[in-house]
């Protein structure tokens, strides 16, 4: 099957993940893609804590996950990507790395971003990111949990930019 | 669908309810009661009575969700022990909610029920020493 989904959320794994996504989708890898995540012992220590005990987890940097990816290694699994911003799906989509469909899960409010939909603010370079996967054609929708509306986070971007 | 009611001391379901539903989105045939100080069991009893006549014939049946044994609203559930489609289940917290919610069309009344009691059971854990082992097993991989 391979992979099934591909979600930026910069909580990573928590209960909308384990709860609802996994069990919704019969997700059994979840593979976690961030240069410093992956060089984070506590971090990898607390999301093998956080996930169901017959679920494998992979914590990997962005060109760990791009050897895997190409060499087929999640062929035989229900995979799902976890990523924490655009720019690192744009990273991996950069070397090499065919991805279609990205979901937009939630990226939280920090100083200097702007709030665009309930769970999701961006910064500048979020948006210059999204637009450039916009470019290369890959499809971008925000939704939380699976039961929400699909949004196209690209008319909610344009909307934003044309107000400035 | 078998549905579920979660029936408390004060708030404290209504607002589990939400917990659970930011994390699996809006839920149907779920219901929360709340016993104030001026509520008394039999009021109580009646509103619990009421929700359960809500689409009897054709239900799966119901499980009552309530806070601990002893309290009013364990008492007041009681009252339906004979009642063959409803469940009974106390120290309601949020794993066991969202089992409940997340497994509902997936087994009938009874193995629900149980399944409900066991992930309760197993959320209950000493998360430090639980943290500090995952992280010896990391390090030694």
């Known amino acids: 099957m391979g992979i099934v989904l591909v979600r930026i959320d910069d909580r990573l794994i928590h209960g909308q993940i384990v709860e609802n996504w996994m069990k919704l989708l019969k997700i059994n890898h979840l593979i976690v893609i961030n240069d410093f995540v992956a060089s984070d012992q506590m971090q990898k220590a607390l999301f093998s804590m956080a996930i169901p005990d017959h679920t494998k987890i992979s914590i990997l940097t962005i060109a760990q996950a791009r050897e895997a990816i190409l060499n087929g290694q999640f062929r035989e ?32 409010y920090s100083p200097g971003k702007k709030q665009i939909l309930r769970a999701i603010s961006v910064s500048k370079e979020d948006i210059q990111a999204f637009q450039e996967l916009d470019r290369l054609g890959v499809r971008l929708e925000a939704r939380m949990v699976p039961d929400d509306e699909k949004i196209d986070i690209m008319e909610i971007i344009k909307r934003e930019t044309e107000k400035e | 669908m078998i549905g579920l009611i979660v029936v408390t001391h004060g708030d404290f379901g209504r607002q589990l309810i939400k917990a659970a539903q930011v994390i699996l989105g809006e839920q ?40 601990m044994v002893g309290g009013t609203p364990a008492n ?26 997340n497994y509902r069309q997936s087994f009938p009344l009874k193995e629900l029920a149980r399944l ?26």
């Open chain 1, 77 to 108: 699994d229900r995979a799902m990507l976890l990523f924490i911003s655009p720019q690192d799906v744009l990273n991996l989509i950069n070397k090499g790395v065919k991805i279609k469909e990205v979901n937009i899960g939630g990226m939280h």
């Open chain 2, 76 to 101: 007041a559930s009681l009252k339906f022990v004979n009642d063959k489609k409803v469940e009974i289940i106390s120290g309601v917290n949020l794993p066991m909610l969202i089992a409940g919610m």
């Open chain 2, 28 to 67: 149907k045939e779920v219901w929360a009661l709340s016993l104030y100080e001026k509520d008394g069991l039999e009021t109580l009893r009646e509103r619990i009575g009421k929700i359960l006549k809500e689409g009897n014939e054709q239900s799966e049946g119901k499980i009552i969700f309530v806070d």
């Open chain 2, 116 to 141: 409900i009691r066991q992930k309760g059971k197993e959320s209950i854990l000493d998360v430090k020493q639980k943290f500090l082992d995952k992280v010896s097993k990391v390090k030694n991989k």
